[in-house]
């Protein structure tokens, strides 16, 4: 999934009021995060593979492949079910580090949005997750949406517009009725982002096959600004003073 990976860090924010909503959205796709560096870096692979044009692709239930996530990657370390446990508690306690916090919820909260990664990654890509980093390739699992890249995007959107509404209908927005509407408006254009990216990943894709020159700084470009833009929207329902301190880049 893609979009989706930030609806952990919203559904899970009230249960973590003293942690910045933009760590909490980067916990829930830390992993593809750290998978970018890792095939930047040449530790891990990706390799562009548009399975629409493979005619020897076959999916578990029989069907053709799709371009929708075009790629063949090894990431027995970052998409190992061991590994995610491990950079989930260890990104938790970073961010316990970091805010000072004392409460066992908050830490709780960074942990399960990390956990998250493999739930949704295991309904969508093509076989290749493993339980532990040693499972060889051709063991892994995973069953394969993105060889359906208009359920890919509507459950992958879905998500995220259920973990947004949530959000917002939970926030205790106040100040005046120019700031509720200036709120309001805050999480339409959040929609629409998401939505606008969400269709690039599912339909679209970035024209060209370098996917470690090209995509995997691409991919790490988006979750970052995703990350920030979910910061953002933290601040702008929180009181009166929220979108000024936006504006001031004071997501954070
Ligand atoms: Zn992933």
Redesign the pocket.
């Known amino acids: 999934m893609w979009i989706a990976h930030f609806a952990p860090g919203l559904a899970l924010k009230r249960m973590a009021p003293d942690t910045p909503l933009a760590l909490l959205s980067l916990a829930g796709a830390l992993?593809?995060a750290l998978?970018m560096v890792f095939a930047i870096l040449g530790i891990e692979t990706i390799k562009y593979s548009d399975k629409s044009q493979d005619p020897s692709y076959r999916n578990p239930t029989g069907g053709r492949g799709s371009g929708c996530f075009p790629y063949d990657c090894d990431y027995p370390y970052t998409?190992s079910i061991t590994g995610e446990i491990i950079i989930s508690l260890a990104f938790a306690v970073l961010v316990t580090v970091y805010t000072g916090s004392k409460r066992w919820q908050s830490f709780l909260a960074v942990v399960l949005a990390g956990l998250t990664?493999p739930l949704f990654?295991l309904a969508v890509h093509r076989h290749d997750v493993a339980l532990t980093p040693s499972e060889p390739p051709n063991q892994r699992h995973g069953f394969p949406l993105f060889d359906y890249p208009i359920v890919t995007f509507v459950v992958d959107l879905g998500i995220f517009l259920g973990a947004l509404y949530y959000h917002l209908s939970t926030a205790r927005v106040k100040g005046t009725q120019e700031h509720r509407l200036q709120t309001a408006k805050a999480y339409v254009y959040a929609a629409i982002a998401a939505t606008l990216i969400q269709a690039d990943f599912a339909f679209f894709g970035a024209p060209t096959t370098l996917a470690r020159a090209f995509h995997a700084p691409l991919f790490l470009g988006q979750i970052l600004a995703i990350s920030w833009g979910c910061g953002l929207l933290d601040v702008a329902s929180e009181g009166a003073g929220g979108l000024e301190k936006a504006k001031a880049g004071k997501a954070l």
Request: hydrophobic share 15%; charged share 35%; no cysteine.
């Open positions: 992993p593809d998978f998409h990664h990654d």
